[in-house]
Protein backbone atom coordinates (compact mmCIF):
# COMPACT_ATOMS: atom_id res chain seq x y z
CA UNK A 1 0.00 0.00 0.00
CA UNK A 2 1.83 3.37 -0.68
CA UNK A 3 2.60 5.62 2.00
CA UNK A 4 0.46 8.79 2.56
CA UNK A 5 2.17 12.30 2.08
CA UNK A 6 1.81 14.99 4.90
CA UNK A 7 -0.42 17.14 2.64
CA UNK A 8 -2.77 13.94 1.81
CA UNK A 9 -2.88 12.58 5.35
CA UNK A 10 -4.01 16.10 6.67
CA UNK A 11 -6.89 15.95 4.32
CA UNK A 12 -7.59 12.42 4.99
CA UNK A 13 -8.62 13.83 8.51
CA UNK A 14 -11.32 16.20 6.79
CA UNK A 15 -13.51 13.26 5.28
CA UNK A 16 -16.25 12.87 7.14
CA UNK A 17 -16.76 9.52 9.47
CA UNK A 18 -19.90 8.67 8.70
CA UNK A 19 -20.25 6.41 5.44
CA UNK A 20 -21.74 8.84 3.40
CA UNK A 21 -23.09 12.79 3.71
CA UNK A 22 -25.41 14.73 2.04
CA UNK A 23 -23.90 16.60 -1.42
CA UNK A 24 -24.20 19.92 0.29
CA UNK A 25 -21.31 18.62 2.80
CA UNK A 26 -19.40 16.52 0.78
CA UNK A 27 -18.83 20.02 -1.85
CA UNK A 28 -18.08 21.73 1.63
CA UNK A 29 -15.23 19.19 2.77
CA UNK A 30 -14.00 19.07 -0.60
CA UNK A 31 -13.51 22.68 -0.80
CA UNK A 32 -11.33 22.34 1.53
CA UNK A 33 -8.91 20.30 -0.33
CA UNK A 34 -8.14 23.42 -2.32
CA UNK A 35 -4.57 23.34 -1.36
CA UNK A 36 -2.81 23.08 -4.16
CA UNK A 37 -1.28 25.47 -6.78
CA UNK A 38 -3.10 24.42 -9.71
CA UNK A 39 -6.71 24.73 -10.03
CA UNK A 40 -8.03 21.22 -9.37
CA UNK A 41 -11.05 19.67 -11.08
CA UNK A 42 -13.63 18.25 -9.48
CA UNK A 43 -14.48 14.42 -10.66
CA UNK A 44 -17.50 12.59 -9.45
CA UNK A 45 -18.02 8.98 -9.94
CA UNK A 46 -21.42 6.97 -9.83
CA UNK A 47 -21.49 3.09 -9.45
CA UNK A 48 -24.58 1.85 -11.18
CA UNK A 49 -26.87 -1.07 -10.52
CA UNK A 50 -25.75 -2.61 -14.47
CA UNK A 51 -24.75 -5.26 -16.39
CA UNK A 52 -21.90 -3.68 -18.49
CA UNK A 53 -21.82 -6.79 -20.50
CA UNK A 54 -24.79 -6.08 -21.99
CA UNK A 55 -25.50 -3.54 -24.59
CA UNK A 56 -29.24 -2.51 -23.32
CA UNK A 57 -27.39 -1.89 -19.72
CA UNK A 58 -24.56 0.71 -21.28
CA UNK A 59 -24.82 4.04 -19.91
CA UNK A 60 -23.87 6.67 -22.11
CA UNK A 61 -24.62 10.06 -23.33
CA UNK A 62 -23.71 13.83 -22.40
CA UNK A 63 -24.73 16.72 -20.96
CA UNK A 64 -23.88 20.79 -21.09
CA UNK A 65 -23.44 21.53 -17.23
CA UNK A 66 -24.92 24.58 -15.79
CA UNK A 67 -21.58 26.17 -15.21
CA UNK A 68 -19.83 24.39 -17.52
CA UNK A 69 -16.47 22.49 -16.08
CA UNK A 70 -13.68 25.64 -15.72
CA UNK A 71 -11.93 24.53 -18.84
CA UNK A 72 -12.41 25.57 -22.68
CA UNK A 73 -12.28 22.54 -24.74
CA UNK A 74 -9.79 22.47 -28.09
CA UNK A 75 -12.42 21.87 -30.55
CA UNK A 76 -11.61 19.71 -34.18
CA UNK A 77 -13.88 18.96 -36.99
CA UNK A 78 -14.32 17.88 -40.40
CA UNK A 79 -16.22 19.61 -42.68
CA UNK A 80 -15.81 21.48 -46.05
CA UNK A 81 -17.19 23.69 -47.97
CA UNK A 82 -20.39 25.99 -45.56
CA UNK A 83 -19.93 23.89 -43.00
CA UNK A 84 -16.12 24.39 -42.52
CA UNK A 85 -17.30 28.27 -42.57
CA UNK A 86 -19.71 27.29 -40.06
CA UNK A 87 -16.98 25.28 -38.14
CA UNK A 88 -14.93 28.70 -38.00
CA UNK A 89 -17.30 30.92 -36.88
CA UNK A 90 -18.93 28.72 -34.06
CA UNK A 91 -15.13 28.80 -32.78
CA UNK A 92 -13.52 25.85 -33.88
CA UNK A 93 -9.59 25.38 -32.85
CA UNK A 94 -8.76 23.14 -36.00
CA UNK A 95 -10.78 22.67 -38.75
CA UNK A 96 -9.93 20.19 -42.06
CA UNK A 97 -10.12 17.00 -44.18
CA UNK A 98 -7.96 14.79 -45.47
CA UNK A 99 -4.15 16.89 -44.67
CA UNK A 100 -5.38 16.85 -41.01
CA UNK A 101 -6.83 13.06 -41.31
CA UNK A 102 -3.36 12.35 -42.11
CA UNK A 103 -1.85 14.61 -39.73
CA UNK A 104 -3.99 12.59 -37.12
CA UNK A 105 -2.69 9.29 -38.66
CA UNK A 106 1.10 11.07 -37.81
CA UNK A 107 0.03 10.81 -34.13
CA UNK A 108 -1.40 14.02 -33.46
CA UNK A 109 -3.93 14.21 -30.78
CA UNK A 110 -3.70 18.08 -29.72
CA UNK A 111 -7.57 18.85 -29.17
CA UNK A 112 -10.55 17.67 -26.57
CA UNK A 113 -13.03 16.92 -28.76
CA UNK A 114 -13.17 15.68 -32.55
CA UNK A 115 -16.49 16.68 -34.71
CA UNK A 116 -17.35 15.60 -37.88
CA UNK A 117 -20.24 15.98 -40.85
CA UNK A 118 -21.69 12.97 -42.04
CA UNK A 119 -20.55 13.51 -45.38
CA UNK A 120 -16.61 13.08 -44.04
CA UNK A 121 -16.43 9.76 -42.22
CA UNK A 122 -14.76 7.93 -45.26
CA UNK A 123 -11.84 10.10 -44.00
CA UNK A 124 -12.41 9.47 -40.13
CA UNK A 125 -13.51 5.93 -40.60
CA UNK A 126 -10.24 4.75 -40.74
CA UNK A 127 -8.94 6.98 -37.63
CA UNK A 128 -10.68 5.07 -34.99
CA UNK A 129 -7.32 2.61 -33.75
CA UNK A 130 -6.29 6.23 -32.83
CA UNK A 131 -9.17 8.20 -31.81
CA UNK A 132 -10.88 5.03 -30.30
CA UNK A 133 -8.78 4.52 -27.35
CA UNK A 134 -8.65 8.39 -26.32
CA UNK A 135 -11.96 8.61 -26.08
CA UNK A 136 -12.00 11.27 -29.28
CA UNK A 137 -13.70 9.23 -32.17
CA UNK A 138 -16.99 10.96 -33.68
CA UNK A 139 -20.37 9.06 -32.69
CA UNK A 140 -23.55 9.66 -34.03
CA UNK A 141 -24.77 8.79 -30.50
CA UNK A 142 -22.72 10.78 -28.74
CA UNK A 143 -23.74 13.79 -31.24
CA UNK A 144 -20.56 14.26 -32.49
CA UNK A 145 -21.20 13.24 -36.20
CA UNK A 146 -23.27 15.46 -36.83
CA UNK A 147 -25.01 18.37 -39.16
CA UNK A 148 -25.79 21.36 -36.89
CA UNK A 149 -21.58 22.09 -36.36
CA UNK A 150 -22.58 25.31 -35.05
CA UNK A 151 -24.46 23.83 -31.97
CA UNK A 152 -22.32 21.13 -30.94
CA UNK A 153 -19.40 23.15 -31.28
CA UNK A 154 -20.86 25.95 -29.23
CA UNK A 155 -21.60 23.33 -26.52
CA UNK A 156 -18.70 21.92 -26.15
CA UNK A 157 -17.30 25.79 -25.65
CA UNK A 158 -19.63 25.85 -23.02
CA UNK A 159 -18.30 22.69 -21.10
CA UNK A 160 -20.63 20.09 -22.69
CA UNK A 161 -19.51 16.65 -20.91
CA UNK A 162 -19.51 12.95 -22.02
CA UNK A 163 -19.45 10.21 -20.20
CA UNK A 164 -20.19 6.18 -20.73
CA UNK A 165 -20.16 3.46 -17.87
CA UNK A 166 -16.84 1.30 -17.29
CA UNK A 167 -16.85 -2.54 -18.67
CA UNK A 168 -15.64 -3.43 -15.56
CA UNK A 169 -18.11 -1.94 -13.21
CA UNK A 170 -19.90 -0.39 -14.29
CA UNK A 171 -19.18 3.27 -13.14
CA UNK A 172 -19.54 6.34 -14.90
CA UNK A 173 -16.91 8.95 -14.41
CA UNK A 174 -17.07 12.66 -15.69
CA UNK A 175 -15.40 16.13 -14.65
CA UNK A 176 -17.85 18.33 -13.27
CA UNK A 177 -16.03 21.46 -12.69
CA UNK A 178 -13.19 22.82 -10.60
CA UNK A 179 -12.53 23.61 -6.92
CA UNK A 180 -12.52 27.40 -7.36
CA UNK A 181 -16.03 27.01 -8.32
CA UNK A 182 -18.33 28.79 -5.79
CA UNK A 183 -19.98 25.96 -3.77
CA UNK A 184 -23.38 26.48 -4.43
CA UNK A 185 -22.15 25.88 -8.58
CA UNK A 186 -20.47 22.84 -7.76
CA UNK A 187 -23.22 21.61 -6.37
CA UNK A 188 -25.80 22.57 -8.93
CA UNK A 189 -23.22 20.82 -11.60
CA UNK A 190 -23.28 17.85 -9.30
CA UNK A 191 -26.90 18.06 -9.04
CA UNK A 192 -27.96 18.50 -12.77
CA UNK A 193 -25.36 15.51 -13.57
CA UNK A 194 -26.83 12.90 -11.39
CA UNK A 195 -30.48 14.05 -12.45
CA UNK A 196 -29.53 13.35 -16.07
CA UNK A 197 -27.98 9.84 -15.23
CA UNK A 198 -31.39 8.89 -12.89
CA UNK A 199 -32.95 9.82 -16.13
CA UNK A 200 -31.28 6.89 -18.46
CA UNK A 201 -31.75 4.07 -16.31
CA UNK A 202 -32.05 1.40 -18.95
CA UNK A 203 -35.20 -0.51 -19.00
CA UNK A 204 -33.30 -4.12 -18.08
CA UNK A 205 -32.24 -2.50 -15.19
CA UNK A 206 -33.39 -4.38 -11.84
CA UNK A 207 -33.31 -3.73 -8.19
CA UNK A 208 -30.93 -0.40 -7.32
CA UNK A 209 -29.65 1.65 -9.91
CA UNK A 210 -27.11 3.98 -7.96
CA UNK A 211 -25.68 2.17 -5.79
CA UNK A 212 -22.98 4.89 -4.57
CA UNK A 213 -21.63 8.00 -5.11
CA UNK A 214 -18.22 9.54 -4.59
CA UNK A 215 -16.98 13.10 -5.55
CA UNK A 216 -12.96 13.92 -5.49
CA UNK A 217 -10.80 16.40 -6.89
CA UNK A 218 -7.88 15.77 -8.77
CA UNK A 219 -5.08 15.46 -5.77
CA UNK A 220 -7.50 14.82 -3.06
CA UNK A 221 -9.09 11.81 -1.23
CA UNK A 222 -12.69 10.86 -2.38
CA UNK A 223 -16.34 11.79 -0.28
CA UNK A 224 -18.49 9.61 -0.04
CA UNK A 225 -22.64 11.05 -1.60
CA UNK A 226 -25.59 9.60 0.08
CA UNK A 227 -27.79 7.58 -2.64
Same mark, same amino acid.
Given at each position: ?P??????K???????????????????????????? %????? !?? *?M &????????? $????????????????T??????????????????G?? %????? !?? *?? &????????? $???????????I???????LG??????S??????????????? !???????????????????????????????LQ?????F????????????K??Y??????S??????V????
Amino acid at each position: MPKLTKRMKKMTVLVPKKETVPLAEAVSVLKKFNTTK %FDQSV !EI *AM &KLGVDPKQA $DQIVRGSIVLPHGIGKTLRVAVFAKGEKAKEAENAGAD %FIGDT !EM *AD &KMKGGWTDF $DVCIATPDMMGIVGPLGRILGPRGLMPSPRAGTVTMDVDKTIK !EYKAGKVEFRSDKEGGIVHAVVGKLSFDAAKLQENIEAFMSHIIQLKPNAVKGQYVKTIAISATMSPSVRVTV
